[in-house]
Each structure stands twice: as structure tokens, then as C-alpha cells.
């Protein structure tokens, strides 16, 4: 299909966008890389009246760091995210969950920050960066704040931005002393997830001392897996008391039916997936 007709604006600097989503509100659309936008608009699902292309607005992309934090541009690409070594090092949850995100031709022209904006809760990206703790820094015509990830995601496909806020970095604490797996179940190699599971695991002389559980495609948001999280915290690193707490994995989750899978399901795979992850994080497989 073709999309319905809209002005289209190409800014050049942060503050430059912010002013054109000021002035539109409501009636406007931020593209970044695309991938999640443009299907939307061609499928006419929007019809916003601007497109603000932020693509090439200098200092958007890139890894830092930033004392025990690393701090991501929001324009860097998936394919970016996976390799960049300082990502590898200190947040390797991230760069696992962001490989398995669609095709290599996405990951080459999405991007995180379009990926958290979007706020699809099938997606991966968002319950890595739940799990890890991260903070989201958008900047609107009053300047910059910080979200914390837990409350960024609001409901299905909507988050915390106003209107004439711009997503522009993500701010991961370093997660070096920590073992990490993504799991995830989907009907198609590059097909959405009907179930991930990101897992973090800090272990200390033979027991699990923290665990963090973000879960995808569980309710309008991803969500973290507290109950379970709860459940392990100074458990045996052993694979029992592993099963026994990813049991309660699918406790406070509001699952969707669709085509894809009933709740039931989705609850019976999300102690099924949590159970691996926290396995092969804890490093018991």
C-alpha cells in the first residue's frame, strides 16, 4: 500500500527536531532507522500529518563510557550494538538480545533508540535494556531528563515521551561481574518473539546473591519477572532451585491470545525460557 500523504522534515540538530515536534504535537512522527515506522505507514495504521527524519543529526550514534555506565546513542544501529567491543564487555546482555533481533538487513539500518521508542513488548531490545537496568535520556524544549526503564514503557506502543520529547541516548550501568543469557521462542527465524527472556545472574560462593528478569511479549509492556527474581535471591546455584523459582516466572503477567499462542502458553513457555536463561546465566548448563 501507499502511504497517506505528509510533510517531511529533515533537521539538523537535536534542538532543530525538537522544535518541529513542538509545533506538530500529536501530529507527528520521528524517523530514525525505519524499520518499524515505515511498515506502519505504508500498512496506513498512521497518519501523521510530519515526519521529523532524525538519521543524520550529528553525535546521535556511538558506545562511550561514562565511569560505570555506558552510554549509547540513539541512532546506533542493531548491527552496531552487537559489535561494538565496549558492549561486548560490559553489557553483553544487550549485544546477545540485539543479535537475534529480525535479519542482518535490519539490524543494519534499525536502531535502539527507534526499537525502545516503538516500544513493541514482542520486541527484544526493550527487555534487555529492562533487565540491565538502563535509563533513557530524552531531551525536549525544556532540556533533558532520565527515565528509568521501568518506567519508560506505559502501554502497548506507547512510553513516557511527550510529544516534543526526542529519545537520545540510552545510559547502561556496566554489568561486568554479571553472567547473562537471552532465550527466546519464535515461530520463524526472523519472526517477533511469542516469548524472550533476558536473564542476568550475579552468583557468590555457590549461590545465586541477585538475579534480573526481563520478559518479552508478556503483557502491553515488557516487564521484569519479580516473583521469580525474588524467588532466587540467595537460592543454591543449582539446577533445581533454578526450576523451582522459574516456576513463578509468568506470576503478574498479562499475556495476550493471538494467533501466535494462547496466555497459557505464553505462561507455560515463559517458566520454560526463564529456566534455560537463568541456567545458562548462572553458567549451570
Known sequence: MIPASFEYARPRT???????????????KVLAGGQSLLPILRMRLAFPEL??????????????????????????SHHDVVHDPLVRRHAGLLAAATATVADPAVRHRGTIG??????????????????????????????RRSVPAREFFTDYLQTALRPDELLVEVRVPKADAWGFHYEKFQLSAQAWAVVGVAALVRRDDGRIVESRVGLSNMGPTPVRATACEEALAGADAAPDAVASAADSAAEGTRPASDLSASAEYREHLARVLTRRAVLAAADLT
Open 14 to 28: 537535536v534542538e532543530e527536531a525538537v522544535g518541529q515536534l513542538a509545533l506538530a504535537g500529536e501530529e507527528a
Open 51 to 76: 515526519l521529523v527524519d532524525v538519521g543524520r543529526i550529528p553525535g546521535l550514534r556511538g558506545v562511550r563510557t561514562d565511569g560505570d555506565t555506558l552510554v549509547i546513542g540513539a541512532l546506533t
Open 114 to 143: 527507534g526499537s525502545l521508542a516503538h516500544a513493541d513488548p514482542a520486541g527484544d531490545v526493550p527487555a534487555a535494556v529492562l533487565a540491565l537496568d538502563a535509563e533513557l535520556v530524552v531531551q525536549g524544549p525544556d532540556g
